[in-house]
């Protein structure tokens, strides 16, 4: 299965719509379960947080932000330009990061 592992192996990626697209008109979504290496829960805490995942295309200032309902779990995740993008990962107090390439569709 073709997967991401973030670069402080927090998180992995797994990608059941690879490749991963810019607009996938008539085809599979960008479908990926983000799966987190089990953690701490900090004390106090009664759900879990949302993934915010922020994402900046290489070599621009081009950015934008998706959440991910009740932390990591399956997700679509679309991006409005086709390239490679840096992903930083936040949720439950972690933090990751990897790089997700989308390709012209």
Same mark, same amino acid.
């Given at each position: ?5 973030g670069?402080?192996?927090? /998180? =992995? #990626?797994v ?5 991963? #697209?810019?607009? !996938?008109k $008539? !085809?599979? +979504?960008?479908? /990926?379960?983000?799966?987190? !290496?089990p $953690?701490?829960?900090?004390?106090? #805490?009664?759900?879990p947080q949302? @993934?915010? /995942?922020? #994402?900046? @295309? &290489? *070599?621009?200032?081009?950015?934008v +932000?998706?959440?991910?309902? *009740?932390?990591?779990g399956?997700?679509?995740? &679309?991006i409005?330009?086709? *390239?490679?993008?840096r992903?930083? @990962?936040?949720?439950s $107090? !972690?933090? &990751?990061?990897?790089?997700? =390439?989308y390709? &012209?569709s």
């Amino acid at each position: 299965m073709p997967h991401v592992l973030g670069a402080r192996g927090e /998180i =992995v #990626a797994v990608l059941f719509g690879h490749p991963l #697209a810019q607009a !996938r008109k $008539g !085809r599979p +979504t960008n479908k /990926i379960l983000w799966v987190a !290496r089990p $953690g701490a829960t900090p004390s106090g #805490a009664t759900a879990p947080q949302a @993934l915010r /995942i922020t #994402a900046t @295309l &290489d *070599g621009t200032g081009t950015r934008v +932000t998706r959440e991910v309902a *009740g932390g990591p779990g399956p997700s679509i995740v &679309d991006i409005p330009q086709a *390239g490679c993008w840096r992903l930083e @990962l936040r949720w439950s $107090g !972690r933090t &990751d990061s990897m790089d997700l =390439v989308y390709a &012209d569709s």
